[in-house]
């Protein structure tokens, strides 16, 4: 995996210095902050301090060293690889009261386990959508007082000019179509995606009236590959495919994309002056699992930190670190010992490793997609 890392120093090297190739690197560095909003697969820290505690110590083992991440991850994320690929800090979650970092270069809104659509009573997380954007409107009305008043911290805020000449990235709709499977039928998830992508307009519209130009859009991954819905989803063998994914949830995965897409080469005729780039995490993370053994890693869907064994090395009831008990039986949740060989962290995440292949494959330009409006 370190040849991965390598490769990725040696992207951003020469995205910098030959003009001829800059032009296929699809995130510019010109971006002067970040703000970000979306659920675990780009949550720096933002649940753990909304509500208050520390993940397990197997958590940011291989980069950040716990307890201080606050990742779902045991290390880097896709978003925290691509500000190191723009020479950008990593992102401090809106709701950290504690840090040493500034949040002049943006900003993260994203919290684990967040929807779309707004949360319930039952929802992991009440942070969705609608909320990060609504918290992003306070920020940005509390900073731009603040920097009215003493212009002196500009050096720790986002001045006018980042809010309006930065990125806006979003990673979201996960949760949605996950947790829909566990009351509705496949037709009725695929009925509900519609609605959710209205919502996710709205959020669009709310940020663009602030004066947001600039918008990246990841769509949704291969959930029926997680190791969480394979273990619940999958126990009818009929129900999953070649791979041991889960046929539905990859279906209704594949449709909110091809929904979103829609959605995505409509939005700048909407909105005058923005720019949208559309990448597609979805076919990445599939090459990923489906050709594993070609890129170096020995496990697609087996579970690095869990416990159980092969095939799946999984226990809902017992955590990445958490000792449990499962079925009238102890059992603890232990890292394996090379993460770097494995997809999948915890049965829900990806492994660093896995987190640099995507942005790596990112970075390629091949797998994004940009429309501006006045290119209409």
């Known amino acids: 995996m370190e040849n991965l890392f390598l490769t990725l120093s040696l992207f951003v090297a020469i995205s910098h210095t030959l003009p001829h190739l800059a032009g296929s690197f699809p995130i510019s560095h010109n971006f002067p902050a970040v703000f970000n909003f979306g659920d675990s697969n780009s949550d720096t820290g933002e649940l753990t301090s909304g509500l208050g505690f520390l993940l397990q110590p197997s958590y940011g083992q291989t980069y950040f060293k716990p307890p201080s991440s606050g990742r779902f991850c045991n290390g880097r994320l896709i978003v925290d690889f691509l500000l190191e690929a723009i020479d950008r800090p990593?992102?401090?979650?809106?709701l950290d009261s504690i840090s040493r970092q500034s949040y002049r270069r943006g900003c993260n809104f994203a919290a684990a386990g967040s929807t779309i659509q707004k949360a319930n009573a039952a929802s992991y997380s009440p942070?969705?959508?609608g909320v990060q954007v609504s918290q992003f409107i306070t920020f940005k009305s509390k900073v731009i007082q603040l920097i009215h008043q003493d212009e002196e911290l500009e050096k720790y805020l986002p001045s006018e000019y980042y809010f309006k000449n930065g990125l806006y990235m979003f990673d979201i709709g996960q949760n949605d179509l996950a947790g829909a499977f566990y009351s509705k039928t496949f037709d009725q998830v695929l009925a509900l995606i519609p609605t959710i992508l209205d919502i996710f307009q709205d959020g669009i519209t709310r940020l663009y009236a602030e004066g947001a130009r600039n918008f990246w859009i990841h769509n949704t991954g291969p959930l029926g590959c997680l190791a969480q819905v394979v273990s619940l989803f999958g126990k009818d063998k009929s129900k999953l495919d070649e791979f041991g994914c889960v046929s539905d949830h990859n279906q209704a995965a594949q449709l909110f994309n091809l929904?979103?897409?829609?959605?995505?080469?409509?939005?700048?005729?909407?909105?005058p002056g923005s720019h949208f780039t559309y990448v597609d995490i979805f076919s990445i993370k599939s090459d990923l699992i489906l050709n594993h053994s070609k890129y170096g890693f020995d496990h697609s869907i087996m579970v690095c930190?869990?416990?159980?064994?092969?095939?799946?090395n999984f226990d809902d009831q017992v955590g990445c670190g958490e000792t449990a008990t499962s079925n009238g039986t102890i059992k603890t949740a232990k890292p394996c010992i090379d993460s770097s060989k494995y997809v999948s962290w915890d049965g829900i995440?990806?492994?660093?490793a896995a987190n640099r292949f995507v942005t790596l494959h990112i970075l390629t330009g091949k797998y994004s997609e940009t429309v501006s409006s006045q290119n209409l």
């Not at 929904?259 to 909407?270: A, D, E």
């Open 90 to 94: 990593y992102l401090r979650p809106y």
């Open 127 to 129: 942070f969705g959508f």
């Open 259 to 271: 929904q979103l897409n829609g959605l995505f080469k409509k939005l700048p005729q909407l909105y």
């Open 305 to 312: 930190c869990g416990t159980g064994g092969p095939p799946l």
């Open 349 to 352: 995440h990806y492994t660093e």
